[in-house]
């Protein structure tokens, strides 16, 4: 199994950009399709976006489409997540999941192998 580590997280201004890591460390890193969820307080945990075990594709939620960019560098085993004009709603707590399967592209969320504990993103309006 995977084991995942954030990092980056922190207070920002309205409009201002954040770019989130997250390292990975145990199995092979490249074997995994990559996903980006995020958590408010008081609602779910929300998919952010998800990339391919290559990086050669990536996937992101409406919510977020056109501000938010995942990429992965296989070398240094660790995906980042790039947020810019940020928005309060965006406040949240961010983790980032490891799947096997890349069913992450396709909703399936049930085969998520890890998780990471989380980094805190706030954003003030």
């Known amino acids: 199994q995977v084991q995942l580590v954030e990092s980056g997280g922190g207070l920002v201004q309205a409009g201002g950009s954040l770019r989130l890591a997250c390292a990975a460390s145990?199995?092979?890193?490249?074997?995994?399709?990559m996903a980006w969820f995020r958590q408010a307080p008081g609602k779910e945990r929300d998919f952010v976006g998800a990339i391919s075990w290559s990086g050669g594709s990536s996937y992101y939620a409406d919510s977020v489409k056109g501000r938010f960019t995942i990429s992965r560098d296989n070398a240094k085993n660790t995906v980042y997540l790039q947020m810019n004009s940020l928005k309060p709603e965006d406040t949240a707590v961010y983790y980032c999941?490891?799947?096997?399967?890349?069913?992450?592209?396709?909703?399936?969320?049930?085969?998520?192998?890890?998780w990471g504990q989380g980094t805190q993103v706030t954003v003030s309006s």
């Open positions: 999941a490891a799947d096997p399967t890349g069913g992450v592209h396709y909703g399936d969320y049930d085969y998520i192998e890890s």
């Open positions: 145990g199995r092979t890193f490249s074997s995994y399709a």
